[in-house]
């Protein structure tokens, strides 16, 4: 059964920083393209970045590239979310979601049928 | 300002089909598979239809999506009142390189 495990999130400063991680299980990470989705309270869903199946890859929405960065550790199953000068419009809940289709490089396939439960993160000004 | 466009709010009663569509351009929608979502208040999203018009194993067959141009739609039919929900469209974009959703449209069943 596949399982996607968010933590990490929390109350933090405007400035500050913080790590979300996403422990998976159920599948081989190698396999599947990874990405974080936020929604903003009371808002739509943001995309927000993906890093490919062999994890050379990584591409960032614009609102927070130069700020973030998604990486993977395969010895922990594990996805992470580097949030760095964290502003309060970064507020938001943060979702990790495996893509579906096994085996596509890049971006992967962009539909993500697994989703965490998601992270709160309320950075405050 | 959301790079998909989504009509904020639609609207149905038990039985009738809704549709939702979703306008992009081509260096998105005119380009890429469009995906849709489902989201009930409190909860992730659910996957309901991946590559414009397929459905995943457990959606209902009353939910169907296509593709035209660079803009998709979403249309369900036989609508329930467990339907009532939020739905969002999805693309990659090739000119920003990024993953881009709709501002998620508010379905009501009356």
């Known amino acids: 059964e596949v399982q996607l495990l968010e933590s990490g999130g929390g109350l933090v400063q405007s400035g500050g920083s913080l790590r979300l991680s996403c422990v998976t299980s159920?599948?081989?990470?190698?396999?599947?393209?990874m990405s974080w989705v936020r929604q903003a309270p009371g808002k739509g869903l943001e995309w927000v970045a993906v890093?490919?199946?062999?994890?050379?890859?990584?591409y960032y929405a614009d609102s927070v590239r130069g700020r973030f960065t998604i990486s993977r550790d395969m010895s922990k199953s594990t996805v992470f979310l580097q949030m760095n000068s964290l502003r309060a419009d970064d507020t938001a809940t943060y979702f990790c979601?495996?893509?579906?289709?096994?085996?596509?490089?890049?971006?992967?396939?962009?539909?993500?049928?697994?989703w965490g439960q998601g992270i709160l993160v309320t950075v405050s000004s | 300002q959301s790079v998909l466009t989504q009509p904020p709010s639609a609207s149905g009663t038990p039985g009738q089909t809704v549709t939702i569509s979703c306008s992009g351009s081509?260096?998105?929608?005119?380009?890429?598979?469009v995906n849709w979502y489902q989201q009930l208040p409190g909860a992730a999203p659910k996957l309901l239809i991946f590559?414009?018009?397929q459905r995943p194993s457990g959606v209902p067959d009353r939910f169907s999506g296509s593709r035209s141009g660079t803009s998709a739609s979403l249309a369900i039919s036989g609508l329930q009142s467990e339907d009532e929900a939020d739905y969002y469209c999805?693309?990659?974009?090739?000119?920003?390189?990024?993953?881009?959703f709709g501002g998620g449209t508010k379905l009501t069943v009356l």
């Open positions: 979601a495996k893509d579906q289709t096994p085996g596509a490089d890049n971006y992967g396939s962009g539909s993500y049928y697994y």
């Open positions: 159920g599948f081989t990470l190698s396999t599947f393209a």
């Open positions: 890093i490919s199946r062999n994890g050379g890859t990584t």
């Open positions: 081509s260096s998105n929608i005119g380009t890429n598979s």
């Open positions: 590559t414009n018009n």
């Open positions: 999805a693309a990659w974009d090739d000119s920003l390189n990024c993953g881009v």
